[in-house]
């Protein structure tokens, strides 16, 4: 008699469905990467193996965890859930179908939200339950709505697949009895969206000729700022310029980051190839000195996206307009030198500011993830922007023509 790969076979436990059930992952899914491993590119037996032992359980430590999706018929793995817990209190849900078993995807998609929203939320009890929809067929649609949840934010054109460009929609349920108490907050934005708003033609700020004085290993220089390659020993002047940091109004307020931190960041960025993360430091040309960073953070060169996210360190820098012109570099170095197809940037709620800026640069609002976050004693939401490069292209052409 052969012996079973599983711990318990036959024991389907209490995440069921119709078809599917929902467990931890073992080491015999080693033979099934295709269930469980959420990334584009396919892992043979020896990989799946190192990440169920080695690096997946690290995932825990900042609570996240997979649950394999099996049919009750087989206990074969067919898909899986991603789900994080952030502070004990929301719940955002990623899925993935074996790609194998394409025409049940959708299906295989839909039951396992069917199984796994409800109990994130009423057995959980977590205030808000997020659902990551990558381009989503009519039968996961109606397994959300089924189960009361509401379009809470939609990214253009962020997910490629079978050669075309779609949507990824962001559903969210709150639970009922958080919206007793604080009332409906709706849908983070219409089913249909809204459209880009008319934003003024902008130049592209990069200097073909700068002249001098230029940073040494400058990938872009710009009028006031230059950006390059972020390096380790950077981080000792970020986190010096922390400590005098005077502005209060962050999410968190100030924050003060440790040079062995940053060091360890970018060390370990420039390590991914292709990138994950692409760090650059502001560099001001007239004195040479780092004064701020620009990000692109969760680079995906499959399907061309990341979020974009900048910073000025030094208080009297800001207001001035070298912020835009470091933003607008990082946009010209995400279209232009990276080819992404689509950024999109996280605000939390009450910094208006900081929105205002995104919409002047060209993003649209994409929806909100309702309280996500706090300010004072209460919940506030966060609010999703996205920008398409033709959109930006679009902007650049204009300001060209105009002269």
Known sequence: MTESPWIAPGEQGFLVGETLYLRPLEQGDAKYPGAWHFASYPINRQRAEELLTKEL?????????????????????VGAVKYEVQGWRTAFVQLRADPRLRPEGAAIRAEMLRIVVPWLSEES???????????????????????????????????????????????????????????????????????????PAVRR????????????????????????????????????????????????????????????????????????????????????ELIGEVLLLHVDMFHRTAETGSMIYVPELRGQGIGSEAKLLLLEFAFDLLGLHMVRSFVWGPNTRSQAALRKQGYRDAGRLHWDSTAGAEFVDVVMFDLLSSEWRQRVNRAEELG
């Open 125 to 199: 009890h977590n205030m808000v339950v997020w659902a990551e929809l990558d381009a989503p067929a009519p039968a996961v649609i109606a397994a959300v709505e089924g189960l009361g949840m509401r379009p809470a934010a939609r990214l253009r054109e962020a997910i490629w697949r079978d050669g075309a460009r779609h949507d990824q929609w962001v559903y969210e349920l709150p639970h009922p009895g958080w919206v007793e108490k604080l009332g409906d907050p709706g849908p983070g934005i219409e089913r249909a969206g809204e459209p880009p708003a008319a934003t």
């Open 57 to 77: 359980p690290k995932e825990a430590e900042s609570h996240t965890r997979r649950l394999v999706a099996c049919r009750r018929s087989d206990d074969t793995p």
């Open 205 to 288: 700020v990069s200097l073909a000729d700068p002249g001098s004085p230029v940073p040494e290993g400058a990938l872009l220089v710009g009028e006031r700022v230059a950006l390059r390659m972020s390096e380790p020993d950077d981080w000792k002047r970020i986190s010096r310029l922390a400590r005098r940091e005077t502005e209060t109004f962050f999410d968190r307020g100030r924050w003060l980051g440790s040079p062995l931190d940053g060091l360890h960041w970018v060390k370990e960025s420039v390590k991914q190839v292709p990138p994950k993360e692409v760090l650059l430091s502001v560099i001001q040309r007239e004195t040479g």
